[in-house]
């Protein structure tokens, strides 16, 4: 991450997808802590290139944005689609007016 405002974002996004994590009780301990690191790298990205301070406000933009980041770092499609752990994602994050769930269904 560049800047110090950033990071502080950065530890904001985790801070909240902390509380969602312990809520979590989707797979095994070991998919549960994959899915948890994939979130923070998000989180990572989405701090640094959008600034976005919270995760009710992720769009399906983010995630496009996020699967294009990897695949020009060299990551193949398939690999690209799963570090974001979609289910998860989708299923614990709701946003106020729409959820990434109903986002994805109405395509």
Do not use: W
């Amino acid at each position: 991450m560049a800047t110090i405002q950033s990071k502080g974002i950065f530890l904001t996004l985790v801070a909240q997808l902390d509380k969602l994590a312990r809520h979590n009780r989707q797979g095994s301990f070991r998919t549960k802590e994959r899915y948890y690191e994939a979130c923070k790298r998000f989180c990572a990205y989405l701090a640094a290139e959008y600034h976005l301070q919270k995760l009710e406000n992720i769009s399906g933009k983010h995630l496009v944005s996020y699967v294009l980041y990897l695949q020009d770092t060299g990551k193949s499609a398939g690999t690209a689609k799963k570090p974001t752990s979609l289910p998860f994602v989708s299923s614990t994050i709701r946003c106020p007016t729409q959820s990434i769930r109903c986002q994805r269904t109405a395509s």
